[in-house]
């Protein structure tokens, strides 16, 4: 079974500054998708940013990007000019391309706080 | 605009006392997916639907059960809640075919008193 692994409970991050979230994962598939949802205190939880594992190129959704590292089966998110905004509960999440119906699998969460 | 809608966003119940949180969405997508979010912890997966076939996870227990009359509309019903049963419950859809991104509810946050 694939696991998902976020090492940072808690992060804090200067408004303005960057910051890097980290996200390791275990699989023997060679094909999935990775993700990085965003989830603001008592709202919903959205997408932020997708990796499909087939492409080298890391993935980038204008202030976000990752670094997703096959070999080493980590995807970390990078958070550039940090806004107020961008404070919430950030999942990592793994799903096999294998099969049509199999499920998201998410790490534990990392808490992002901007500071001001 | 397109959405995923879920009543009530916030549902108190007593102990034992049979509870139903909605999920409507406008989206056409054929997979929805309830989840159970409990303070500071990540998303577990109950059950999900694709079109009407219906999939319980293995430790999702008999207590939770799940409805899906139509495309639009899925259903979680607690029949017998005790207090480890609060928590946030997430309904989410995906278009089955292709697209791998699930589109979130706002959640239903249960309280067991």
């Known amino acids: 079974a694939q696991t998902v692994t976020q090492s940072q409970p808690e992060m804090s991050v200067q408004e303005a500054e960057t910051v890097t979230l980290s996200c390791t994962y275990d699989?023997?598939?060679?094909?999935?998708?990775l993700f990085w949802y965003k989830q603001p205190p008592s709202r919903q939880m959205i997408l932020v940013i997708r990796?499909?594992?087939?492409?080298?190129q890391n993935a980038t959704e204008n202030r976000f990007s990752v670094n997703f590292q096959k070999a080493a089966k980590s995807f970390s998110l990078k958070i550039s000019d940090s806004q107020l905004g961008d404070a919430a509960m950030y999942f990592c999440?793994?799903?096999?391309?294998?099969?049509?119906?199999?499920?998201?699998?998410f790490g534990k969460g990392t808490r992002l706080s901007v500071i001001a | 605009d397109a959405m995923v809608i879920q009543n009530p966003r916030y549902q108190v119940t007593q102990f034992g006392k049979p509870v139903t949180l909605s999920c409507s969405q406008t989206?056409?997508?054929?997979?929805m997916y309830w989840y159970q979010q409990k303070s500071s912890q990540a998303p577990k997966l109950l059950f999900h639907?694709?079109?009407?076939?219906?999939?319980n996870e293995a430790d999702t227990p008999d207590n939770f059960q799940s409805r899906r009359p139509n495309t639009s509309f899925c259903f979680l019903d607690i029949r017998s809640p005790g207090l480890g049963d609060a928590a946030m419950y997430l309904c989410?859809?995906?278009?089955?075919?292709?697209?791998?991104?699930?589109?979130f509810g706002a959640g239903s946050r249960l309280t067991v008193l």
């Open positions: 999440a793994y799903r096999s391309m294998n099969s049509g119906n199999t499920p998201l699998v």
């Open positions: 990796q499909e594992a087939y492409k080298q």
């Open positions: 989206l056409n997508h054929n997979v």
């Open positions: 989410a859809t995906r278009k089955g075919t292709g697209a791998n991104v699930l589109t």
């Open positions: 699989t023997s598939e060679s094909d999935y998708y």
């Open positions: 639907y694709y079109d009407k076939d219906f999939n």
